[in-house]
């Protein structure tokens, strides 16, 4: 820092533009595809905000009832009832594919082609297994429970539309993720990312960055639960 | 930057090393090397990749332009079908109250979505962001191709809705529960649920187009382009995708909600309702929810038609009166802060919806806020043409019509932006001259003239200078005669999106001015046609326009191939030293230097420092 040319920047409100603005990247060595997803993920927090302001402000203004929910998601076991079990396994699995996704990540940038493709096949199975726990719990609330999304025996109808379209939507985008995740742990255990193998789509290489984009958007998935799960289940 | 100051006392001081670079050769690298490798790029070999699932932002950049006009012409036709109704009524017998409404509906959502957006976005920002910013494509240019092709579907899907039984909706573009879903609406059936998927489309698609616009702007530039070098055409198109990427989530999630609660019967804009004596099985839902879901999207959707149109029309200004452009940094961050300021007004869009009215006066505080940054760009747009070497061509016309419309738009703005003038005027046609002048005359101004200026380079020849003004001064008078006496209409009350009002004694004044409205849309709209057949004629035998013919100094004009390759730029990426402004410099030789001439070319000129 003890460059005379440094007095001459500009400082201020300018400063910040030029050091935003002077170089020929505005994130300096950042990825192409980790920018996107980067902007794709701020667009898309746009959508559960808005799916979850809908769902506050509703909530707030319905005259029946709304569902209480600890007793709506619990589980009997052995003939007593646990609340938010189920959802408390579920949260569970999801965070802890995070971790092995985090850990795919590093190994991805070391290079280490199988435990890259063991951790990334890890998080895929822990995806799936969120997958089929929710479709576990959304047919125990519907053929069990009678919950509808136009109506359900617990209180203000608005109860099922929002969980059915909210968590429907999270789960989609959790099958999304499975899916890339199952294709992205077969092209590196084939060693795509070491040779250099063309996209089949795009006819494009690619490397292990290709594998923290995919780990932005799995962490952001789990993020969204976290609030799905404060603000439904806990609320 | 520290390197560019060094390079700066090096070489950019008059006079030092005049002795050394006689003959202006290249031989100094003044620019740091590359933060990022040369682009590989996917080649189509057959005519199905070459053409029709092009990868080549160029292409898709045509592609998206040819489908949104072909949008624009139903809503030119609907727009007349309008018109023959308000000004002659009972004339046609096939106008009914039904088809009226289905056409206001499409006419509006058509326009302002299909045409303008999938226009200024899809169209201009793919042909011109990379040529602009020195890049070889688009970052991911299959992703690029998928966006233009959802967005077919998108208007497939729109254009289907007028084949379906019951016809397309027509619960007004802005789609407006519970109206629009429940029977009595036509096109309350397949009509309404085709429009909510298209739209749900046309976001998917844009997101991945958007996404490559941002993308590329930010992190593809080529060397020496820095962000406050980027022509302001670049700027208006990047802050646009930004508010598009942010704003459609809502109309997004709005739509998601509205096709449940039409196909699943849930109750998230329905509420409690009678039909005929019956009650409904909708129960507690919000319609004010839907409001402001919408509006969210609904006012950045404003800018993000306005904020391109903003910047095209200061490069255009600039090129055509030989100036450089006033106050740059000024113009750059007046873009960017109406951008932001857009996102804290939607709900002037609601004063009449039953909102609080505190609720009124916050909007109306931040909705008067925007005027500042947007009428500092109409002083700078006044104050690059004062004293310029102005050309009065077509794209020049183009140009003073824009500033003019938007002005006069911009005012009447002003007036709907306070609740207290708005509740009166609200759903009259006053709010119909407005917005018609503000984003649909104004833009539109600006697409001719752009088509006018770009087209030489996208074909290497002219459109024709005679048929141009033609065709100019028939829009430009004729929006004007369509669209003036609409305020006096909204003064005295008359209701906007009614089928039928001359049964109405107390406005007969109207009857007359409806025939002259009507009258001057058949006129306009004809003229259009003028436009296309002179884009068919020049194509194939304008004037050949050789390279840089306005004398432009943007990176757009200085591809070694006319029309520009696949590619772009051949072996070699430009390199940047100056913003696109420099017109007219004193001690140059030309009134133009290029965005690419190196400082010791210019040695005796007073260029701009970065």
């Not at chain 1, 920018?35 to 959508?47: G, K, P």
């Not at chain 1, 590093?106 to 726990?133: D, P, Q």
């Not at chain 2, 951008?339 to 609601?350: D, E, I, P, T």
């Not at chain 2, 009065?392 to 306070?418: A, P, R, S």
Request: include cysteine; aromatic fraction near 16%.
């Amino acid at each position: 820092m003890t460059d005379p040319n440094l007095n001459k920047l500009p400082g201020g409100f300018k400063g910040m533009s030029t050091d935003i603005g002077s170089d020929q990247t505005a994130f300096k060595g950042v990825n192409w595809g980790k920018a996107m997803m980067w902007i794709f993920l701020l667009s898309d927090t746009f959508v559960f905000s808005c799916f979850l302001i809908a769902y506050m402000k509703v909530r707030a203004s319905v005259v029946d009832d709304w569902p209480y929910p600890s007793e709506v998601f619990g589980l009997e076991v052995a003939g007593v009832p646990v609340p938010l079990l189920l959802i408390a396994i579920m949260t569970f699995v999801l965070i802890t594919s995070s971790g092995t996704m985090a850990l795919a990540v590093k190994y991805g940038y070391e290079k280490n082609r199988k435990l890259c493709g063991l951790f990334v096949l890890l998080t895929a199975i822990g995806g799936l297994t969120f997958v089929g726990m929710q479709a576990f719990e959304w047919s125990k609330l519907i053929f069990h429970d009678g919950v509808r999304p136009w109506g359900n025996p617990f209180g203000a109808p608005q109860f099922g539309a929002f969980f059915f379209m909210i968590t429907g939507f999270h789960g989609t985008h959790v099958s999304i993720g499975v899916i890339f995740l199952f294709i992205f742990a077969r092209k590196v255990y084939r060693g795509d990312f070491d040779t250099g193998r063309r996209g089949f789509f795009t006819t494009m290489k690619s490397d292990y960055v290709a594998i923290e984009i995919l780990g932005l958007y799995w962490h952001f998935v789990d993020l969204v639960w976290v609030f799905i799960f404060a603000f439904f289940y806990l609320w | 930057m520290l390197d560019d100051i060094n390079k700066d006392k090096k070489h950019s001081s008059p006079r030092t090393k005049s002795s050394s670079i006689s003959g202006g050769e290249r031989d100094v690298d003044y620019v740091r090397p590359a933060d990022i490798p040369d682009q590989e790029l996917y080649h189509g070999h057959s005519f199905l990749t070459k053409w029709i699932f092009c990868q080549d932002a160029k292409v898709i950049g045509v592609q998206y332009t040819l489908t949104a006009v072909f949008t624009g012409v139903v809503g030119l036709i609907l727009s007349w079908m309008m018109r023959m109704q308000l000004g002659f009524p009972e004339l046609f017998p096939f106008l009914t109250a039904e088809s009226y409404y289905q056409m206001v509906t499409m006419h509006g959502m058509i326009m302002v979505v299909y045409l303008l957006t999938a226009l200024f976005l899809g169209g201009f920002g793919n042909y011109l962001i990379p040529l602009m910013v020195g890049a070889r494509d688009m970052v991911f240019p299959y992703v690029n191709m998928v966006s233009f092709w959802m967005f077919f579907v998108a208007v497939v899907v729109l254009m289907a809705s007028f084949f379906v039984p019951g016809g397309p909706t027509g619960a007004g573009w802005t789609l407006y529960p519970p109206q629009a879903i429940i029977e009595g609406t036509p096109g309350s059936g397949a009509g309404i649920l085709l429009m909510l998927v298209s739209l749900s489309l046309f976001v998917i698609g844009f997101t991945m187009g958007g996404l490559n616009y941002v993308i590329t702007i930010l992190q593809a530039r080529t060397r020496g382009m820095t962000l406050m070098r980027m022509p302001l055409t670049i700027w208006g198109i990047f802050t646009a995708t930004v508010l598009a990427l942010l704003a459609f989530p809502a109309l997004f999630v709005s739509a998601i909600m509205m096709t449940l609660d039409k196909v699943l019967g849930t109750s998230f804009f329905m509420p409690v309702m009678m039909k005929a004596g019956e009650l409904l099985a909708y129960d507690g839902g919000s319609p004010i929810l839907f409001q402001h879901l919408f509006w969210f999207f609904g006012h950045p959707e404003v800018y993000i038609v306005a904020l391109p149109a903003f910047g095209i029309v200061s490069d255009l200004i600039s090129v055509h009166s030989r100036k450089n452009i006033f106050g740059y940094r000024m113009m750059v961050w007046a873009i960017v802060g109406i951008g932001a300021l857009s996102f804290f007004v939607w709900a002037h869009h609601m004063y009449v919806s039953g909102m609080s009215p505190w609720f009124g006066f916050f909007f109306a505080t931040t909705t008067l806020i925007i005027a500042v940054p947007t009428a500092l760009k109409v002083y700078n747009w006044i104050l690059t043409l004062w004293r310029g070497n102005i050309r009065i061509n077509v794209v020049m016309l183009f140009c003073l019509g824009f500033i003019v419309t938007f002005v006069n738009g911009g005012i009447t703005g002003i007036f709907l932006g306070n609740v207290i003038v708005d509740v009166p005027l609200s759903d009259t046609y006053f709010v119909i001259a407005h917005f018609h002048m503000v984003m649909g005359i104004a833009p539109l101004m600006v697409i001719f003239g752009a088509i006018y200026h770009w087209f030489p380079l996208i074909t290497g020849r002219f459109l024709d200078e005679k048929l141009g003004k033609l065709h100019f001064w028939i829009t430009f008078l004729g929006a004007y005669s369509i669209y003036f006496p609409m305020h006096y209409l909204g003064f005295i009350g008359v209701p906007r999106r009614y089928f039928e009002m001359y049964n109405s004694p107390y406005m007969p004044s109207t009857i007359g001015m409806n025939e002259f409205i009507s009258i001057a849309v058949f006129v306009v709209g004809a003229a259009q046609f003028i436009f296309f057949f002179n884009v068919v004629k020049s194509i194939r035998l304008g004037k050949p326009s050789g390279k840089n013919p306005w004398k432009a100094n943007s990176l757009e004009w200085l591809t070694p191939d006319v029309p520009p390759a696949h590619g772009n730029w051949g072996e070699k990426l430009p390199v940047v030293h100056r913003w696109a402004y420099d017109f007219s410099v004193p001690g140059a030789k030309e009134d133009y230097i290029p965005q690419t001439t190196p400082p010791s070319e210019v040695i005796e000129a007073e260029v701009e420092k970065t």
